[in-house]
């Protein structure tokens, strides 16, 4: 069975792994300080709906997932990350290394600590003495120098594939390896009014810029507001 990938990235000590564990019912490690997760988690996680054999009042034997009492239980491979922080693109905490397992995924789910209950280095603190909207910031912001990075990395080659494949293709051999397709391609290069500009001709500006759409329109995300349940954490909730 074939399923759909979901990565689970965001700040460290935000709950990733403690909503993993809820999902999946698998018992990776959860502790109360900075990067406890040292690799990533793997587990499936079921998303469940009625199923249309009640409906129509058939028995059904589905393929791609499990049908029981007339439930669906739609499989999901979730992948919980170590957790990042500002600065990881530049090797703090334990790096952005782990975003090439985070760019596997079909989606992203950036869990926030809505409490505020996390410094600027992950440690917990008296919740609101942390800001979780700046956490979310900065965590999207290394997630896109991660983009830019791999770009930059690979101007000669983009360079040379473009004289012969195009732009969108050069791009491509560079980018698919990170589940990048040449659609979400084409749409970031429309996006951005870069379609008809030669790449060697890009701006340091306009490459960022790139590296920003590419990664919200291949990596479509959703925002956890974790840790609802402390003080502080409705008033960040409506912020975020
Ligand atoms: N109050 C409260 N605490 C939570 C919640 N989710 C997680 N925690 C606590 O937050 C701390 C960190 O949880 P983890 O799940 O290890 O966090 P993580 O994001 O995986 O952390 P790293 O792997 O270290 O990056 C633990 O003490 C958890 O018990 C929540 O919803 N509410
Ligand atoms: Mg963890």
């Known amino acids: 069975m074939?399923?759909?990938?979901?990565?689970?990235?965001?700040?460290t000590n935000t709950g990733k792994t403690t909503f993993f564990n809820a999902a999946t019912l698998l018992d990776a490690e959860v502790q109360p300080y900075p990067f406890t997760t040292k690799e990533p988690n793997?587990?499936?996680?079921?998303v469940s709906s009625p199923c249309v054999c009640g409906e129509f009042n058939v028995d059904d034997d589905p393929r791609n997932s499990l049908c029981i009492n007339k439930m669906r239980f739609y499989p999901i491979t979730l992948i919980d990350l170590p957790g990042l922080i500002k600065g990881a693109h530049q090797g703090k905490g334990l790096g952005n290394q782990f975003l090439t397992v985070a760019a596997q995924s079909d989606a992203l789910l950036?869990?926030?600590?809505?409490s505020g209950s996390i410094d600027a280095e992950g440690n917990i603190v008296e919740p609101g003495y942390g800001d979780p909207l700046s956490d979310y910031y900065d965590i999207e912001e290394e997630l896109v120098l991660w983009y830019h990075k791999i770009i930059e990395g690979n101007r000669t080659t983009i360079e040379k594939y473009e004289k012969t494949l195009g732009l969108v293709e050069?791009?491509?051999?560079?980018?698919?390896?990170?589940?990048?397709?040449?659609t979400h391609i084409e749409k970031a290069l429309k996006l951005t009014g870069l379609i008809d500009k030669?790449?060697?001709?890009?701006?340091m500006e306009e490459t960022r810029n790139f590296a920003y759409v590419i990664r919200d329109v291949s990596k479509p995300t959703v925002v956890v507001a974790n840790k609802i349940d402390l003080d502080e954490a409705e008033k960040n909730y409506l912020r975020l």
């Open 198 to 203: 030669p790449f060697k001709d890009w701006t």
């Open 2 to 11: 074939t399923s759909i990938r979901i990565g689970i990235v965001g700040k």
């Open 42 to 46: 793997i587990g499936v996680a079921h």
């Open 110 to 114: 950036h869990v926030v600590d809505a």
């Open 170 to 182: 050069a791009l491509y051999t560079v980018l698919s390896g990170i589940k990048v397709g040449s």
